[in-house]
C-alpha cells in the first residue's frame, strides 16, 4: 500500500481545496464589509439606538405657580404627592398581571381597564397614571413588589392645595386631567398623559403663565427597567407665582356672609378695576378633586340642582330690576328728556298702553323729582321717563353702560347676558316689540339679562363719573389666555354732571332712609341702589297662591367722591329690594372701612 | 511513547491561532456574565484545560489508527445519541444533554469528530476523481444517521453542522458541478418542506426576521435587532472591555453563547470584530494550506473537513448576529461559552494537527 501512495495523483484534490479557500476568503471578506458597514457607516444610527435603550427619560414636574392675594396670603399652593404610572413597554406581559395589579392598587379591574383604555393610543412608553395621591402605604406596597411589576413606576409630583378650601374657588378654578380629546387638539402643546391642567378660573386663564416647564432626568436601566443610577438632568422651571387682586380678609367675609344663601359678591376698586372679591355661594373645595381621577364629590357638585360649580359672578343671569332706573336716568337726562328737577306725580299706579302698571309703594310716592325717585325707587317715575325714551334708546344706552357685552375681565365662561330691542325679539321671537315691555324694561324687568360683574362695573362708571373700567384679577398683570381684550374701554360719552344727580339720589337712598338704609355705615358715605327682581310677574304669583321671593340685589360705591370701593351683591330668592343684599353690603363696606381708610 | 523529532512537526501557528481564540472567548464569556456572578467563565476555563489536555492525547495517537477504528467509534456514537434521545431529560427544551456528574455533555456536538473520522476513512479509499452513485448513496447513509437522530432531539443547529461535512468531503471526491447545482435545488426543496412540515413557529419567525428585523420589536426581530444595536453602537474602537451598555444591561439575549460576537464587536468595535474574523481565516487558510501537506487521502479528507466545519460555523454566526443570516442555534467555534463545543473544536483541531505531524510517511 505504502508505495502506492508515492504515486497517488492528488492534483485534482489539491485544486478544489483551493477554490474553497478562495470561496471562504470570500465570503470573509464579505463578513468584514458588512460589519464595516454597520459598525461605522451606520455607526450613529445604532448609538443613539443604544442610548434610547439604556436611558429611561423621567419627567420632574414643575411645581406650579402659587396663588397670592394682594396682601401676601398664599391662596393656592403645592405639596408633595406619589402617583403610580404604568409604562407598557416595560412589560410584554403586562396586560396578564392586571388583575393582580388592580388588587395591590385596591382598584376595581374594570375602572383600571377603562383608565388604561383610554390612553392606549398614546406610545408604550409614556407612563399611564393608574392611581395619584397615594398614601404611604399604597407606596410601600407597590416600591415593594417592584420586581413583580417591572412596569409600574412610582413618580412624585407637586400637588396642588388650596390651604383655604373654598375660599375663592370659583375665582381661582381647579385642576383637572388634560383629556385625550384636548391632547390632540394641541391646545396644551407641552403637556402629556396624565398630565393636570387648569379648568376653570384663573388656574385656566393663567395656565402657560402658571405651569413652568418640567425638568427630566436620565435613568440608566437595563432590559427589565431596573434602575442602575441617574445618568443626567435637567432642573424644572417653576411656574410664576400668580398675585391676584382678591383680598382675602374681605373675600372671607363675603363667603361667610352668602353662607347658606344662593347669591354672588362683586367688590372691586372703581378706580382701577381691581376685583378685590368675586364670591359666588354655594361654593366647592377644589382640594376635594385635584386628582386625575373624576371624584364622586366632583359628580355630586356637578350634578347638584343648585349648580355650586358655577360662577354666579359672571355667569348668573339676572334682571337687574331696580338697578336698572340708574341707566334709564342717565339715558333721558343725557337726551335732555329730563333734568334733575323734572318731576313725576306717583300715585301708587298708572296707566300704559291700556295697562296697569303699578309702583312698588302702594301708596304711591307724590311728587318726585330725580334724586327722590332714586331714594325711593319709583317705579311710576322711571315708567313715564322710559316710555319717553323708548326701547332702542334704552337698550343704546345700557349697551354703552356696559350690559348685553363681556365686561372683559380674564376669567373662562363669562356670560354677556341680554339687553332686549325690538330687533332681538323679532330674531328671536319672530314678533315685533310690544310697546308695554318698554315699560317693564324701565325698571329692569323684563327680558332683561345682566351678571352681578356688569352690576358692579357699571357701578363702578357711575361711581367715576363716566370713566369705564374692566375688571381685573392679578396684580403682576401677565397676559391671560382668557378675556382680555373685550369691549371698549371708552367711557359712554355722557356729560360728567348727568352723574351728580344719579349720585345724589343714591346716597340719599342709603343715608337718608331710602330702600338702601340697610347699608348705611358710620363715617363712610356709602351710595348705591337696592334692586329686586320680579321672577314671574306678581299676578301670577297671587294666580298660584304662594310666594316666590324676588332676587335681592344692592351695588353701591364709598365715598361718595372719588370712590374707593364698589360692592355688588346679590342674593337670590333675597326678598325686595335691599332686604337681604343691602345688610351684606353694609357689613363689606365697613370691613373695607376698617381695614383700608383710616381717617 | 511519542517521537521527539514528531514534536517539532506540531504546527505551532493552528494552536497559536486556537488557544487565542479561546482566550478570547473567555475573556468575553467573563465580560458578559460576571455581573451576575455567573461561573460561566470558571467553567469554561476548566472545560479549556479538559480540552487542552484531550488536545494533547489525540495529538499522541497516530489519525492512521482513529480511521481504523472510525467505524466502531461511528456506531458507539450513534447509540449514545439514540441512548441520549431516549433516555435524557430535557434541558432548554432539548434532549441532546448526558450529564455525568456535574458536567453537562452534549453527544450531538462530538458526533462531528465520529462523522468526520467514519467520512475520511469511507473516502480514503476512493481514487479516482469522479464519484460513483454508490459513493454518494453511502457517504449520505452515514451522515443521515446521525443528523436525523440529532433532528429529533430537536437540535436543527447541531445538525445542520454535518451538512458541510458530509459536502465537503462529496466536494473533494469529484463531485460534479451539475451535482452541486443538483444539491442546492434539493437543499431548496428540503427547505420548502422542512417549512410546511418541520420548522416550528419560532424558526419561521426567525427567518422572517432576517428580512425585515423592525417589524417585531419585542418578539422574534427583538435578539436580532438588540445584536445589530450592540454592533453597530460599537463603531470603530468599541465601549471598552465590560463597558459595553447592550451587554452590561441585559438588552442582549444569549449574550455569553451565540451573540457573544456582538458583544466583542459592541466592546472592541470593528478592530475587535475584524480581528477575530482575521483569526479565524487565518487558522482556516492554515488548515487548507496543511492539506497538500498530508501524505495520505485520509489524512486530507480529515484537515479539509475540520476547515470547512470551522469555517461553517464560523461564517453562519458571524453572519447571524448581523442579520445576514436566520438566527439558528450555531455557537461560534471556541469563543461561545458551552463545553460540548469547545471540547469538539479542539479535538477536531488536534485531528488536523496530528495529520499534518504525521507527513512524512517513514516516521
Wanted: overall charge positive; aromatic content about 12%; proline content about 4%.
Amino acid at each position: 500500500m505504502g508505495k502506492e501512495r508515492i504515486y497517488e495523483d492528488f492534483s485534482f484534490l489539491h485544486n478544489r481545496v483551493r477554490k474553497s479557500l478562495y470561496l471562504i476568503i470570500v465570503v470573509f471578506s464579505f463578513l468584514a464589509l458588512g460589519y464595516w458597514k454597520v459598525q461605522i457607516l451606520d455607526h450613529r444610527k445604532y448609538w443613539s439606538l443604544s442610548e434610547a435603550n439604556r436611558l429611561r427619560e423621567i419627567k420632574i414636574p414643575a411645581p406650579r405657580g402659587l396663588f397670592v392675594d394682594r396682601n401676601g396670603v398664599v391662596l393656592a399652593d403645592n405639596i408633595a404627592s406619589f402617583k403610580v404610572g404604568l409604562v407598557r413597554e416595560n412589560n410584554p406581559d403586562w396586560k396578564r398581571s392586571i388583575p393582580r395589579l388592580a388588587e395591590l392598587l385596591n382598584l376595581e379591574e374594570t375602572v383600571l381597564w377603562a383608565r388604561i383604555n383610554k390612553y392606549t393610543s398614546q406610545p408604550t412608553f409614556a407612563p399611564i397614571i393608574v392611581k395619584d395621591s397615594l398614601s404611604l402605604e399604597e407606596i410601600a406596597a407597590v416600591e415593594a413588589r417592584r420586581l413583580e411589576f417591572p412596569e409600574l413606576i412610582i413618580e412624585s409630583e407637586p400637588k396642588r392645595f388650596y390651604p383655604f378650601g373654598s375660599l375663592a374657588a370659583h375665582a381661582i378654578g381647579y385642576l383637572q386631567e388634560v383629556s385625550a380629546e384636548e391632547l390632540k387638539s394641541g391646545l396644551f402643546p407641552t403637556k402629556g398623559t396624565g398630565d393636570l391642567v387648569g379648568k376653570t378660573g384663573l388656574e385656566r386663564a393663567y395656565e402657560d403663565w402658571l405651569e413652568g416647564e418640567d425638568g427630566k432626568k436620565w435613568e440608566i436601566v437595563d432590559s427589565l427597567g431596573r434602575s442602575h443610577g441617574e445618568f443626567d438632568r435637567v432642573e424644572p422651571r417653576p411656574g410664576h407665582d400668580l398675585r391676584v387682586t382678591i383680598d382675602f380678609d374681605l373675600q372671607r367675609k363675603a363667603e361667610d356672609l352668602l353662607q347658606g344663601k344662593e347669591g354672588a359678591v362683586v367688590v372691586l376698586d372703581p378706580r382701577s378695576g381691581e376685583v378685590l372679591v368675586l364670591a359666588s355661594s354655594p361654593t366647592f373645595d377644589p382640594n376635594k378633586f385635584v386628582s386625575r381621577f373624576t371624584s364622586k364629590e366632583w359628580e355630586e357638585l356637578s350634578s347638584r340642582a343648585d349648580h355650586p360649580l358655577e360662577n354666579r359672578a359672571l355667569r348668573g343671569l339676572y334682571p337687574p330690576g331696580s338697578i336698572f332706573k340708574l341707566t334709564v336716568a342717565l339715558a333721558a337726562l343725557e337726551k335732555r328728556l329730563i333734568t334733575a328737577e323734572t318731576a313725576f306725580f306717583c300715585s301708587g299706579k298708572a296707566e300704559f298702553y291700556g295697562r296697569t302698571f303699578s309702583c312698588w309703594l302702594g301708596g304711591g310716592h307724590g311728587w318726585v323729582d330725580l334724586p327722590e325717585a332714586i331714594r325711593n325707587s319709583c317705579n311710576i317715575y322711571f315708567y313715564n321717563v322710559g316710555r319717553r325714551l323708548g326701547i332702542e334708546t334704552i337698550a343704546s344706552f345700557a349697551r354703552r353702560l356696559g350690559f348685553g357685552c363681556l365686561t372683559g375681565i380674564e376669567l373662562p365662561g363669562e356670560k354677556e347676558g341680554l339687553v332686549p330691542d325690538p330687533k332681538w325679539k323679532r330674531q328671536t321671537q319672530g314678533v315685533d316689540w310690544f310697546a308695554g315691555e318698554t315699560i317693564s324694561v324701565s325698571i329692569g324687568q323684563g327680558p332683561l339679562q345682566v351678571t352681578p360683574l356688569q352690576v358692579a362695573v357699571h357701578t363702578a362708571l357711575i361711581g367715576n363719573r363716566g370713566r369705564k373700567i374692566k375688571p381685573w384679577l392679578t396684580l403682576n398683570n401677565p397676559s391671560p389666555q382668557i378675556g382680555g381684550d373685550v369691549g371698549d374701554n371708552e367711557g359712554p360719552g355722557i356729560q360728567p354732571e348727568h352723574y351728580e344727580a344719579l349720585v345724589e339720589g343714591m346716597w340719599r337712598s342709603v343715608n337718608a332712609s331710602g330702600t338702601g338704609h340697610l347699608a348705611k355705615v358710620d363715617g363712610l358715605d356709602v351710595c348705591g341702589k337696592t334692586g329686586s327682581t320680579q321672577i314671574i310677574s306678581r299676578e301670577k304669583a297671587e294666580k298660584l297662591g304662594q310666594v316666590i321671593k324676588p332676587h335681592s340685589w344692592f351695588t353701591g360705591f364709598a365715598p361718595r367722591y372719588n370712590p374707593k370701593v364698589v360692592v355688588t351683591v346679590l342674593v337670590e330668592y333675597g326678598g325686595l329690594g335691599g332686604a337681604s343684599a343691602a345688610p351684606l353690603a353694609r357689613e363689606i363696606f365697613s370691613l373695607y372701612k376698617e381695614k383700608y381708610i383710616h381717617d | 511513547m511519542i517521537d521527539r523529532r514528531l514534536l517539532r512537526e506540531v504546527d505551532g501557528l493552528s494552536l497559536v491561532l486556537v488557544f487565542s481564540l479561546s482566550l478570547i472567548g473567555l475573556l468575553f464569556i467573563y465580560s458578559s456574565s460576571y455581573y451576575f456572578s455567573s461561573s460561566y467563565y470558571s467553567k469554561q476555563f476548566l472545560w479549556l484545560l479538559v480540552s487542552a489536555i484531550s488536545l494533547v492525547v489525540v495529538l499522541m495517537v497516530d489519525y492512521q489508527h482513529l480511521l481504523t477504528f472510525s467505524l466502531p467509534i461511528y456506531v458507539l456514537t450513534n447509540f449514545i445519541l439514540l441512548l441520549t434521545l431516549v433516555f435524557s431529560r430535557h434541558i432548554a427544551g432539548m434532549k441532546g444533554w448526558m450529564v455525568i456528574s456535574f458536567f453537562r455533555f452534549q453527544p450531538a456536538e462530538l458526533a462531528k469528530i465520529a462523522i468526520i473520522l467514519v467520512l475520511a476513512q469511507f473516502f480514503s479509499r476512493h481514487r479516482q476523481d469522479r464519484l460513483s452513485g454508490q459513493m454518494i448513496l453511502g457517504s449520505c447513509g452515514l451522515v443521515a444517521l446521525p443528523f436525523i437522530l440529532v433532528l429529533f432531539q430537536p437540535d436543527l443547529g447541531t445538525a445542520a453542522c454535518y451538512l458541510p461535512l458530509l459536502l465537503a468531503s462529496l466536494f473533494l471526491a469529484g463531485l460534479s458541478r451539475k451535482a452541486v447545482v443538483w444539491i442546492l435545488i434539493l437543499t431548496l426543496l428540503l427547505g420548502i418542506a422542512s417549512w410546511h412540515f418541520y420548522l416550528k413557529d419560532y424558526q419561521k419567525k426567525r427567518l422572517i426576521t432576517v428580512v425585515s428585523p423592525g417589524q417585531d420589536r419585542l418578539g422574534s426581530g427583538y435578539q436580532l435587532l438588540q445584536s445589530k444595536i450592540a454592533i453597530g453602537s460599537g463603531g470603530f474602537l468599541g465601549k471598552g472591555f465590560k463597558k459595553g451598555t447592550q451587554s452590561q444591561l441585559r438588552f442582549l439575549p444569549a449574550r455569553h453563547t451565540d451573540f457573544i460576537f456582538s458583544v466583542i464587536s459592541e466592546e472592541l468595535g470593528l478592530v475587535g470584530s475584524l480581528t477575530v474574523i482575521s483569526l479565524f481565516l487565518g487558522l482556516i487558510w492554515r488548515l487548507l494550506r496543511s492539506v497538500e501537506l498530508a501524505r495520505d487521502r485520509g489524512g486530507k479528507y480529515i484537515i479539509f473537513m475540520v476547515a470547512c466545519l470551522i469555517a461553517f460555523e464560523a461564517i453562519i454566526n458571524i453572519a447571524m448576529v448581523i442579520g445576514f443570516f436566520p438566527v439558528v442555534g450555531i455557537p461560534l467555534p471556541f469563543i461561545s461559552y458551552g463545553g460540548s463545543s469547545l471540547l469538539t473544536h479542539f479535538l477536531a483541531v488536534a485531528l488536523a494537527v496530528n495529520v499534518r505531524m504525521r507527513r512524512f510517511a517513514n516516521v
